[in-house]
């Protein structure tokens, strides 16, 4: 079952950061590099994040767990390239087989964790939510899903469609993360299951 715990992502970016530091040197950062490699290359100018604040003044560690302040059209960019198996504008920056891991499927990967929907069980795989979605004609798919606090969702669908919502949800309930409407908006648009 899938514990998720902003701790444990915390520690995998301070894990991250020091091995960054070990073979590039104590002044590189993982966010910096994040943003250089990654995000400026495929047009987002900024990526501000939190990061904890420490007592010498020095730059904080950011947190990774989230904490992005992205607009509407940062996303749009990052689901884009997603969608472009990890490329922008002919330069492979992701690694593609591993993209090719975590975008929709017919089979369920990662772990199980406790939440549903009408069609079946969401998992948890490479810090993605996994939402099943049938189609009409009976096709079962899993959608992968970026959720961030609040009920912030950025749905991977089918034949380059992205779902964006931004809401302000501040309190526990489940159903901001119901993602059916959305889906069944996305399949309208074209087709999942050929």
Known sequence: VARYRDQD??????????FLKSKEGPAADIWSMLVN??????GVAHAPTVRTIEADGRLGQPLMAGGLYATLDDLA????????RG??????????????????GT???????????????TSYFRSFWNVVFRTPE???LYIPQMQG?????????P???????????????????????MMRVGYRLGRFCQ
Do not use: S
């Not at 490699?37 to 495929?42: G, L």
């Not at 606090?149 to 991977?156: C, E, P, Q, S, T």
């Not at 034949?159 to 409407?181: C, E, P, S, Y």
């Open 9 to 18: 992502i915390f520690v995998l970016g301070v894990a991250m950061d020091r």
């Open 159 to 181: 034949n380059q469609i992205t779902g964006i919502r931004l809401a302000k949800n501040w309190k526990d309930n489940g159903r901001v993360f119901d993602t059916g409407g």
């Open 37 to 42: 490699e990654v995000y400026r290359p495929i």
């Open 149 to 157: 606090w609040g009920g912030n969702i950025v749905a991977l669908m």
């Open 77 to 84: 960019k990052i689901a884009q390239l997603y969608h472009d």
């Open 107 to 121: 089979h369920q990967r990662g772990l199980p964790t406790g939440f549903q929907n009408q069609y079946g069980r």
């Open 138 to 140: 009976g096709c079962f």
């Open 87 to 104: 490329q922008h504008n002919g330069v492979q920056i992701l690694h593609a087989g591993k993209i090719d891991e975590l975008l929709y």
